[in-house]
């Protein structure tokens, strides 16, 4: 089943195209990434999917409705954290989430039972009494998280969930996140390339509006790897480094010195070719192998990749 | 109007928690109290000021225009009270992101400005039964001879009147996220439809001429402005509609 669907979405801003021709498939109860620099059209496209923006051409589903003019069935199924949290500030943390499930139209228990639970999962039970004028910007973002889920929401809009964060609560938020993705779908936008590949099963990368391309984390990182080795020795490498150099089939040995041990990196024109004889040129130098690595490229490695090459699928 | 009863409710919290009804019992009761008090000591302040070599005869002061001039101040004072307490009321919410943290919950547009219109017209009406027991009750203190219910009909279309100034402001409110702009133009339309009320032919359908009809009351004058008075009752429904409308059709 897809949970999120759109079809040639776009918006135009005059002349400026903030998304344009956007097709796109999310799956149930995936983690999809939408990846992008600043400005890239990431929160036009949660506005759009939320209802909060008109497209300028295009359609778009969410949780099995159309999204269109005031889809208020549609707003029952959805959660949305917008990329900078606003709430009233003579209302304490406690009294926003009752008045979020008000709006639901829960039931007074569960409102109280669901606040209660909220607070604790995002850690605000101690300050739920506070007035959230007097709040940090990372107890603002958890708070937004915490009105988002009230409602279960079968489809859930993290736009930036992680900006405001110091490093806990950023890591909070992502085991948050992990932890939700077994009854909802999310589609976080994000700049933060680290965030999107720990808990994201499906990334699309956007760039000036236009969608580059749409995969599995996995698929994305077969798809750009760049057959890198990683090899560390007790001894000095500098000879073995300078045979390879004759080698047809390698590229680039070099030896880096970084933070840690001097290490030997090297690409492989032909990855089969160097992953089968690799091994042997190795053990045929007589040094000693402390350490041997086929490297994967990260999601920021594929994104500072795409984003020079303007790479389009 | 899904939605409503939680809207409202918060409303009328935001109301008290934002010293709103305090504003604007403030300024309402300064001109219950001071009508009365002014008009019937005005002689002996002038008298106690001295005889610089001139002789002014004021006259006996009436209740009538003790009332007049409460009304009176609360018609143009109350009006720009209306204004800069409804400019903000959703162009805020728009500017801060509040609107959109609402507004992505099942609830209607609609629900969400009458909850606003209706709060907030709540403020004024309790405001004006305040001040107008205290004005009335000075002036049958220290003037005496008030009648009781042509000062009822007045504050009704008075109360009227501040609801059409608190609609035209929302609806302004609703397309700018500022809150100077919304408040600028609505006191310009305001202002406008007062300066046309007072010309003949057009002006009896202005909403400006209920408080004509409110000084007409106290002065025993016959003459109603029925049409402003519908006139006024379809204007406030009409900002209600178009300000949600607004809402709907712009993106957040």
Not at chain 1, 44 to 51: A, C, D, E, P, R
Not at chain 1, 259 to 285: F, H
Not at chain 2, 204 to 226: A, C, E, F, I, V
Request: charged share 20%; hydrophobic share 45%; proline share 4%.
């Amino acid at each position: 089943m897809t949970a999120i669907r759109t079809q040639g979405l776009s918006k135009y801003y005059g002349t400026v195209k903030a998304l344009d021709n956007l097709n796109l498939e999310v799956p149930e109860n995936a983690v999809f990434g939408f990846l992008g620099p600043n400005g890239a059209g990431k929160t036009t496209t949660v506005k759009l999917l939320t209802g909060f923006a008109h497209p300028t051409a295009g359609e778009a589903w969410v949780a099995g409705g159309k999204v269109g003019e005031v889809n208020l069935a549609l707003q029952s199924k959805i959660g949305l954290l917008p990329d900078v949290p606003a709430f009233y500030d003579w209302m304490s943390g406690r009294e926003f989430l009752h008045f979020v499930g008000e709006l639901h139209g829960l039931e007074q228990n569960e409102i109280k039972k669901r606040t209660e639970e909220l607070l604790e999962l995002v850690e605000l039970k101690k300050a739920g009494n506070r007035r959230t004028g007097g709040y940090s910007r990372g107890m603002r973002q958890r708070l937004g998280i915490a009105q988002a889920l009230i409602n279960r929401p079968k489809v859930l809009f993290l736009d930036e969930p992680t900006s405001a964060l110091d490093p806990l609560g950023h890591r909070e938020v992502l085991n948050l996140v992990l932890r939700l993705r077994e009854n909802t779908t999310i589609f976080m936008s994000s700049h933060n390339l680290s965030d999107i590949e720990r808990v994201c099963d499906m990334v699309g990368i956007v760039n000036k509006g236009q969608l580059i391309t749409v995969s599995t984390v996995e698929a994305l990182q077969k798809k750009y790897a760049r057959s890198i080795f990683e090899l560390e020795f007790m001894e000095d490498a500098t000879p073995f480094v300078e045979s390879l150099k004759n080698i047809p089939w390698l590229a680039e040995p070099a030896i880096i010195t970084g933070n840690g041990a001097p290490m030997v990196r090297l690409r492989a024109v032909d990855i089969d070719r160097a992953r089968k004889e690799l091994p042997r040129i190795i053990s045929e130098s007589g040094l000693t192998l402390t350490r041997y690595e086929l490297t994967l490229p990260s999601i920021e490695d594929i994104f500072v990749e795409i984003m020079t090459s303007g790479d389009k699928q | 109007m899904k939605g409503f009863a939680p809207l409202f409710k918060k409303e009328i919290r935001e109301q008290l928690k934002l010293y709103r009804l305090v504003i604007v019992l403030g300024v309402f009761l300064l001109f219950g109290l001071t009508s009365p008090l002014t008009l019937k000591y005005l002689p002996e302040i002038m008298k106690l000021a001295g005889d610089q070599g001139m002789s002014i005869q004021l006259p006996i002061p009436t209740a009538a225009q003790s009332l007049a001039s409460y009304a009176g101040d609360i018609g143009q004072i109350g009006a720009l009270v209306a204004v800069l307490i409804a400019m903000g009321c959703i162009a805020n919410e728009l500017k801060s992101g509040t609107a959109i943290m609402t507004l992505s919950k099942p609830v209607s547009r609609g629900a969400f400005v009458s909850a606003k219109l209706l709060a907030v017209s709540l403020t004024f009406l309790v405001s004006m039964v305040i001040a107008s027991l205290v004005c009335f009750g000075y002036t049958v203190w220290l003037i005496q001879g008030a009648a009781v219910w042509p000062f009822v009909r007045l504050n009704l279309l008075l109360a009227l009147f501040l609801i059409f100034c608190l609609a035209v402001t929302m609806l302004f409110s609703s397309l700018y996220k500022s809150s100077l702009a919304a408040g600028g133009l609505a006191l310009s339309v305001i202002v406008s439809q007062g300066i046309i009320s007072a010309i003949p032919i057009v002006g009896k359908y202005m909403p400006g001429k209920l408080l004509d009809w409110g000084t007409n009351l106290l002065t025993g004058s016959d003459k109603t402005y029925w049409w402003a008075f519908g006139i006024t009752i379809i204007a406030i429904g009409a900002c209600v509609y178009f300000s949600q409308r607004f809402l709907k059709n712009r993106d957040l």
